[in-house]
């Protein structure tokens, strides 16, 4: 999450003022150091959890979006969910959110269009500090299908929702250097769920420093390396590593960009995002590593210890831990979607441009300064900047919208990425769920022209894409937005009894005329390193 404003450290959240009419955000500085992974391992409710952090020398650029992380709950008393799957919006709406919400209903409306209507209906709240823009509202994810309500394929999600929103009223917020803060929604007109809130805001404290998450495997754990995602040196491949099994094998995928090559030299599409997914299996080991369940409130989620092994040696800007209905889902993305401001500046940062890292120092700079120098890798890049322009100016303030960086490379523990930013500024008022919906699914997921290039996907993956590719995040209070590419992605479904009923992730990259077949498939096995190894399982197509 964002430092919006060069937030310093003596910078801090403004206290809340006591007596105030209607809903207001109250905020209650937190004592002694708070760890999110504990809080979330201590939680049995479901919760979304944004976790920003950024590997040792990672460029400024990237350390401003890495500057603040969020725990927000979902059990408060002015709760709120909106699923829509299958087609339908299903709201959930609480007795003490009623007023803004309305009652729980089903509704047979697009997605966009019911999330406009909440986001106009929800109570505006101050932001809690300078820099910071989440003001509790609205958290979770929308799904890759619900481009279909923008001129995409005409599919939905297989077995769960296309978007899961939660109004949240309560959140703990920790600034880069530590210091945390809980926040709490509050409503004159609502004094029993005002008192539950501040109880709650009242019974936080810091952690215990015996019961902090460790800041790495023990020696003994061979996760370290397998988690790096960086090349092993010579040794043997690790045997005991799982096997994810690829949707087709590497000979389908390869043929598979041949094809879209032959629709771009049809002049059907210039670039075409075409993806896979690897079937995950679930490692019946979790539950016996270090230190991963032996604290409260663990047992109930072991996929959430699996988290906090992948996170250890992957640090990354938009992190995120979502564990909502029968999802459960482990992001590592480095790349933003869309953040918009509250007041109204928009931008967007695609990465197009990959190249896997390795551990001798030297061969990882040859490898960093040839993507910096890959005309290739530059096309692809400049293709979805021009996409994502045109995508911002159908809401932006005409003549606003400027390129300010254009195809920089930053480096993450696995992977060396090409990164550009493109921002605008929206007109006084502007629906913050059209800005998203006119510029779904992220174009450096999709290819250009967006229509046709994810026509063509659709056809030769033949499945859909679910949560991954999507977008994860929320919708402030304070009308600011923030959201990630859903990539380097693990969704697992579960049944009702709890047991999974299947656990993907998804990979893929930008298909050009100059791409080789075999480099893109490299491409695809690279992406996936640093969340399977994570895991313990290895890519087998």
Same mark, same amino acid.
């Given at each position: 999450m964002d430092d919006l404003r060069g937030l310093t450290a003596e910078a801090v959240p403004t206290p809340s003022v006591e007596g105030g009419a209607g809903p207001r955000l109250e905020t209650r500085r937190l004592d002694g150091p708070v760890d999110l992974a504990v809080l979330a391992r201590r939680t049995t409710t479901d919760l979304v959890w944004f976790d920003s952090a950024l590997p040792e020398g990672a460029p400024p650029s990237a350390g401003l979006r890495a500057a603040w992380s969020v725990l927000a709950l979902t059990d408060g008393p002015f709760a709120a969910r909106f699923r829509h799957q299958d087609r339908v919006a299903r709201l959930d709406v609480s007795p003490a959110a009623g007023s803004w919400f309305g009652s729980s209903r089903a509704e047979d409306r697009a997605a966009f269009a019911v999330l406009d209507d909440l986001l106009q209906r929800t109570p505006t709240l101050d932001a809690p500090a300078d820099g910071c823009a989440f003001a509790l509202g609205w958290v979770g994810f929308l799904g890759y299908e619900l481009g279909r309500e923008v001129d995409g394929p005409d599919r939905t999600a297989d077995g769960h929702a296309d978007a899961d929103l939660r109004f949240v009223d309560r959140a703990v917020l920790v600034r880069g250097d530590g210091a945390a803060w809980a926040l709490t929604l509050v409503d004159d007109d609502e004094p029993d769920a005002s008192a539950a809130n501040r109880a709650w805001s009242a019974g936080l404290c810091g952690a215990d420093p015996d019961d902090r998450e460790p800041a790495a495997p023990e020696p003994h754990d061979d996760l370290a390396d397998r988690a790096t995602g960086l090349p092993d040196g010579g040794r043997e491949p690790d045997r005991s590593l799982l096997e994810a099994c690829g949707r087709v094998d590497r000979a389908a995928y390869e043929r598979a960009v041949d094809t879209c090559r032959d629709e771009i030299r049809e002049g059907n599409a210039f670039q075409v995002c075409l993806t896979t997914a690897f079937a995950v299996p679930d490692a019946p080991d979790v539950a016996d590593a270090p230190d991963a369940l032996d604290r409260p409130g663990a047992a109930g989620d072991r996929h959430l210890a699996e988290y906090l092994r992948i996170r250890r040696s992957d640090p990354v800007p938009f992190g995120a831990y979502l564990r909502t209905g029968d999802l459960r889902i482990a992001s590592r993305s480095p790349e933003r979607f869309l953040r918009i401001d509250a007041d109204g500046g928009v931008l967007a940062?695609?990465?197009? $441009? /990959?190249?896997?890292?390795?551990?001798?120092? #030297?061969?990882?700079?040859?490898?960093?300064?040839?993507?910096?120098?890959?005309?290739?890798?530059? %096309?692809? !890049?400049?293709?979805? #900047?021009?996409?994502?322009? !045109?995508?911002? @100016?159908?809401?932006?303030?005409? $003549?606003? #919208?400027? #390129?300010?960086?254009?195809?920089?490379?930053?480096?993450?523990?696995?992977?060396? @990425?090409m990164v550009s930013t493109i921002a605008g500024v929206l007109a006084p008022g502007a629906s913050r769920a059209a800005v998203v919906r006119a510029a779904f699914p992220p174009g450096s997921m999709t290819g250009a022209p967006k229509r046709s290039a994810t026509a063509i996907a659709d056809r030769l993956e033949g499945a859909p894409r679910g949560v991954y590719a999507g977008a994860i995040g929320y919708f402030s209070a304070s009308g600011a937005v923030d959201l990630s590419v859903a990539i380097r992605t693990l969704v697992t479904v579960l049944h009702p009894d709890g047991s999974v009923r299947r656990r993907t992730l998804g %990979?893929? $990259?930008?298909? /050009?005329?100059?791409?080789?077949?075999?480099?893109?498939?490299?491409?695809?096995?690279?992406? /996936?390193?640093?969340?399977?190894?994570?895991?313990? %399982?290895?890519?087998?197509?």
């Open positions: 940062e695609p990465i197009k $441009g /990959t190249r896997p890292r390795h551990v001798d120092p #030297v061969e990882d700079a040859v490898v960093r300064a040839d993507l910096t120098t890959s005309a290739k890798d530059r %096309a692809e !890049n400049v293709m979805i #900047v021009d996409l994502l322009r !045109n995508d911002l @100016q159908r809401t932006a303030r005409p $003549g606003s #919208v400027r #390129v300010e960086r254009l195809c920089d490379v930053e480096t993450y523990a696995s992977v060396h @990425q %990979a893929g $990259g930008a298909v /050009t005329w100059s791409s080789s077949p075999e480099d893109e498939a490299d491409e695809v096995e690279a992406k /996936t390193v640093s969340v399977l190894r994570g895991v313990g %399982a290895a890519a087998h197509w």
